[in-house]
């Protein structure tokens, strides 16, 4: 598509008085595919010609007329559009041949030079358990980093644990008062958490309770030696059990990076807000004061001498960018937490930093279940641990039904279970409300990652059989390709570069989510109407080409979102 935008683009330039690059920033793919593939909007010329689009159009389509380039074969004007139509033999072998011979690296490319990328995701609460609740922040980001790697970027995956505040004074003495170390060492987080609920249920009826955590924590942040020693044990725990999670998902960090870790930073941001003339004593705290930029006060420090979170947030930032010197530094938060990150980002323009504006939150809905949502205070949570196990063992219980005789069912059990969980989140607008359905995410005839996998398991399928040597480049069974089922998919597979760059640009995954629906379903429609193996040989052996450039497409879009296509299943 993109020889196919420069070539088009170059055509129109040497006819007009805008350059190439104009032109191709003005090229749209139409709305009816019959009408085209690419379009030309004449607007743009109406002004300096002094004509209506559409005369434009026809005058450029009679200078075209009879002519083809190497990919398009006709340009046709339809009222104020341009509209080129591609040459499908040509096309089918130009995109064919880049998938064959690109192979695993179809569709990356080196667009960012190698610059840093951080991203901060997932994030979860130490000494809690990995709530679902954190799926979408994990598997948005991780993608986001699979992507912008991709793309030629340093991605630097950092995991901002929630691993300080006084939440760590009321976990002291919960447990001192009703810990047991017994328990601990069973399930260290799940205890921790019903340690954690148990607190509150108890300050409520004794709220001295509360006047000891805060005592407790003051101890921690003056590294008193027993407070660190618990502080240490809850988070060493806590990691433990979150990196079988992370082992399950396939997701692993640079960096662990928590709260904890800019603590020694904190002076030099408020001595820089102060330099800077931007913070001022309030009632004996320290803050921002943002009204002229129509956002509520920043609090720097509280009046007992206690750091906030925006003072941590605002020490990270700086850190990062003075140790990864990054092209963006990307925040998948949930976006409940945006004027969080406009506060974070406007004071750090306020202190001078030009490179706020390389900062960037990636917001994303709530995922909803019928019981609401999730609160750890209340100790109604549901964990993620359990639906990655749930999701497994009812993709096994349907490939048992399906293909009893598989060979390793278990393997294609977890590809598909987690799978169905990474994409069911995906494949939705980030910024929407998911709310989870285990009827739709485990459908295999529905818009799902197995949907997509099968179609991946097929492919490969077909392949096996095939005589050996059938995969071998032949540009004469390329050019056999002429059907409207097979030319419509091998202009499918030629989008996936575009889409992968539409899904960084955007920060949204679900461009690329979509995306291998539609190379899934072209596939079907293509396998229902064209027959493989059972075709004449010149026709099988240029079709046995096509499935398997879309079986590359479709590993390479999944891998992308971290999910595995299955040989078999």
């Not at 097929?458 to 540009?475: M, N, Q, T, V």
């Not at 955007?506 to 293509?526: M, Q």
Request: hydrophobic share 40%; with cysteine; charged share 25%.
């Amino acid at each position: 598509m993109q020889k196919l935008k420069e070539e088009v683009g170059q055509t129109i330039a040497s006819l007009i008085s805008l350059e190439e690059e104009e032109v191709f920033l003005l090229l749209e793919v139409p709305p009816d595919p019959s009408l085209g593939d690419l379009a030309f909007p004449c607007y743009t010329l109406a002004r300096e010609l002094k004509k209506p689009p559409p005369a434009i159009a026809v005058e450029l389509g009679e200078k075209l007329a009879g002519q083809r380039g190497n990919l398009w074969e006709k340009a046709v004007p339809t009222g104020p559009y341009l509209n080129f139509h591609i040459d499908p033999q040509a096309y089918n072998r130009e995109i064919i041949s880049q998938v064959w011979k690109e192979g695993e690296d179809y569709g990356k490319s080196n667009l960012g030079g190698g610059q840093n990328v951080p991203i901060d995701y997932s994030s979860p609460n130490i000494a809690k358990p990995f709530g679902v609740g954190h799926i979408r922040s994990t598997v948005i980001g991780h993608a986001l980093y699979l992507i912008f790697r991709a793309l030629g970027y340093n991605s630097i995956g950092i995991n901002h644990l929630g691993d300080w505040g006084t939440q760590f004074g009321k976990l002291i003495v919960a447990f001192k008062h009703w810990g047991e170390e017994s328990k601990l060492k069973e399930k260290p987080v799940d205890y921790l958490y019903q340690l954690y609920v148990q607190f509150h249920q108890e300050a409520e009826k004794d709220p001295s309770l509360d006047d000891e955590a805060r005592s407790w924590f003051r101890k921690l942040e003056a590294g008193e030696e027993e407070a660190v020693a618990y502080w240490n044990r809850f988070r060493e725990l806590s990691l433990e059990t979150y990196e079988s999670i992370y082992s399950m998902l396939g997701i692993q960090f640079e960096y662990y990076h928590g709260e904890s870790h800019y603590n020694q930073m904190l002076e030099r941001v408020i001595d820089l807000a102060r330099e800077k003339g931007i913070a001022r004593e309030s009632e004996g705290a320290l803050i921002v004061d943002l009204e002229a930029y129509d956002l509520p006060p920043v609090m720097l420090r509280k009046q007992d001498g206690a750091t906030l979170y925006i003072t941590r947030d605002l020490a990270a930032a700086i850190y990062r960018r003075e140790r990864f010197n990054f092209a963006k530094s990307l925040y998948v938060v949930g976006a409940e937490q945006t004027l969080h990150f406009q506060q974070l980002f406007k004071v750090l323009e306020l202190m001078g930093y030009k490179w706020a504006n390389d900062c960037v939150h990636v917001p994303f809905g709530m995922i909803r279940f019928k019981e609401g949502r999730m609160s750890t205070r209340a100790g109604k949570i549901i964990l993620l641990e359990e639906v990655l196990q749930k999701s497994i063992e009812m993709a096994r219980d349907i490939i048992e039904e399906k293909n009893p005789d598989l060979e390793d069912k278990e393997s294609a059990a977890e590809a598909v279970g987690i799978g169905a969980i990474r994409f069911g989140d995906l494949s939705n607008d980030r910024i929407k409300n998911v709310e989870f359905d285990w009827d739709k995410v485990l459908d295999f005839s529905g818009e799902t990652a197995a949907y997509i996998q099968y179609a991946h398991a097929r492919i490969c399928s077909i392949i096996r059989k095939a005589e050996p040597g059938y995969l071998e480049w032949d540009e004469k069974a390329i050019s056999s390709l002429t059907r409207e089922e097979e030319v419509t998919l091998v202009k499918t597979l030629a989008l996936l570069p575009e889409k992968v760059i539409a899904s960084a640009e955007s920060y949204k995954p679900s461009i690329l989510a979509r995306y291998l629906v539609d190379v899934a379903r072209e596939f079907n429609r293509f396998y229902h109407n064209c027959p493989v193996l059972s075709s004449e040989a010149e026709i099988q052996h240029g079709r046995l080409l096509l499935i398997d450039a879309t079986r590359q497409v479709i590993a390479n879009g999944l891998g992308l979102l971290g999910i595995i296509a299955p040989e078999k299943m």
